[in-house]
């Protein structure tokens, strides 16, 4: 299990750095369209090219980042069954949506994506759109942003079975709304009895002289 973990904590460091380094691409985004949208207005100019890479920014950001928001747990959940559950339950409910479902789908997402990239490479294809860009790029942020979700799936799996055996701790606890409401229960008995305290301290003649 050493040597998955080690790949694991791989895998995580790749994903980090290009998940934040491609974050800043929605930034150069918006100042790709504050500049498209200035010109167009003030000097009546505009390119199908500026418009083609503000789509290629936000989509490169959107699919290179996929893995790094999975690593960090901040996909958005729907939870309407998950936080009942106990943690272990959570844990199983997290391999079966991995493996039967998160492994699987970027996996036809890389066999159907790869053909595509590869031909519009060797033929060099380009928009459709007079002034356009080449459309490899697209193609090829398509199938690397698969391929990080890929891996980064492989490793939340390698993670979620040594945090079950008990191997590490857990990364990602999960609060259910049980126990947020014993723990918002616990803090609001104690902020009341601190106030009591207090009341009674005022209260007493001894303090007051």
Do not use: C
């Not at 100042?31 to 009546?44: G, Q, Y």
């Not at 505009?46 to 690593?71: C, D, K, V």
């Not at 559950?85 to 970027?106: E, K, M, N």
């Amino acid at each position: 299990m050493g040597g998955l973990l080690a790949l694991s904590r791989g895998v995580d460091r790749v994903t980090t750095v290009i998940g934040r380094s491609v974050a800043w691409l929605i930034l150069l985004a918006i100042l790709v369209s504050a500049i498209n949208a200035i010109s167009r207005k003030l000097f009546s100019l505009s390119s199908n090219a500026w418009l083609e890479a503000q789509w290629y920014l936000f989509g490169g950001a959107f699919m290179l980042a996929s893995a790094w928001t999975l690593l960090e747990n901040e996909h958005i959940r729907i939870d309407v069954i998950y936080g009942r559950w106990s943690r272990r339950a959570q844990h199983w409910i997290d391999v079966i949506g991995t493996v039967f479902f998160l492994l699987p789908f970027t996996a036809i997402m890389l066999w159907l994506t790869w053909p595509a990239f590869t031909r519009s490479w060797f033929n060099g294809e380009v928009s459709m759109n007079a002034g356009g860009l080449a459309l490899w790029p697209a193609r090829g942020v398509l199938v690397l942003g698969f391929g990080l979700l890929f891996a980064q799936g492989i490793s939340e799996l390698i993670k979620k079975i040594a945090v079950m055996r008990g191997i590490i701790p857990d990364p990602h606890h999960h609060e259910g709304p049980h126990e947020a409401g014993l723990k918002e229960a616990g803090l609001m008995t104690a902020g009341l009895t601190q106030d009591q305290e207090a009341a009674a301290r005022s209260a007493d003649p001894e303090n007051r002289a």
